[in-house]
């Protein structure tokens, strides 16, 4: 099974600041295969990014995904007050899908 | 609108068995592939198990921990999925996720807003 582990596990912003979270995995991960999801309290996750760098219907340009291989990251160019929240990656192989432990991105 | 809804959940006594459903709507149920996925509390996500469209044969997959316990089955002519549970542990607590999957990027599109279930003596 892949692993995926997401750094940091907290990052305090400022609001207009540029967010950077990272994702490595154990093993190799098809490009195809790897999405980004925003979770706030109380709410279901929802899809960011897929493929690596494909936003979502609806989802603002501040968002980019980018990577390969193992390395892949989460760019957030200018954060708004709505993109404090927890963020999660996710990779699908061999009939079978993992997440990362998840990066919340709070208000500094 | 596209939408999952999720009910069924609750509280029930290790080894025993609940039923989730899962009711679709503003979508191609049947063609579409199925997932749920679950979040204990203050933790991350895991996937549980997939179903994919009787057209692409309807098979299913699950996670290691609730494989031979858990199965997912649909129902088309209802448009309702379905997540019988049985033999439950303690560590099954967790809000379980409705979710499509899409077939070309396996990415979860579309998350109910999940039901809790509670495994507690």
């Known amino acids: 099974e892949i692993v995926l582990t997401q750094s940091p596990g907290t990052v305090s912003l400022s609001p207009g600041e540029r967010a950077t979270l990272s994702c490595r995995a154990s093993q190799s991960v098809s490009s195809s295969y790897l999405a980004w999801y925003q979770q706030k309290p109380g709410q279901a996750p929802r899809l960011l990014i897929y493929?690596?760098?494909s936003r979502a219907t609806g989802i603002p340009d501040r968002f980019s995904g980018s990577g390969s291989g193992t390395d892949f990251t989460l760019t957030i160019s200018r954060l708004e007050p709505e993109d404090f929240a927890v963020y999660h990656c996710q990779q699908y192989g061999s009939s079978t899908w993992t997440f990362g432990q998840g990066t919340k991105v709070e208000i500094k | 609108e596209v939408q999952v809804v999720e009910s069924g959940g609750g509280l029930v006594k290790p080894g025993g068995s609940l039923r989730l459903s899962c009711a679709a709507s503003?979508?191609?149920?049947?063609?579409?592939?199925m997932s749920w996925v679950r979040q204990a509390q203050g933790r991350g996500l895991e996937w549980v198990g997939r179903i994919k469209s009787k057209n692409d044969g309807g098979t299913t997959d699950y996670a290691a921990p609730v494989k031979g316990r858990f199965t997912i089955s649909r129902d088309d002519s209802k448009n309702t999925l379905y997540l019988h549970m049985n033999s439950l542990k303690t560590e099954d607590t967790a809000v379980y996720y409705c979710?499509?999957?899409?077939?070309?990027?396996?990415?979860?599109?579309?998350w109910g807003q999940g039901t809790m279930v509670t495994v507690s003596s």
């Open positions: 493929g690596a760098s």
């Open positions: 503003g979508f191609s149920f049947s063609y579409a592939w």
């Open positions: 979710t499509t999957l899409n077939i070309l990027s396996h990415a979860f599109d579309i």
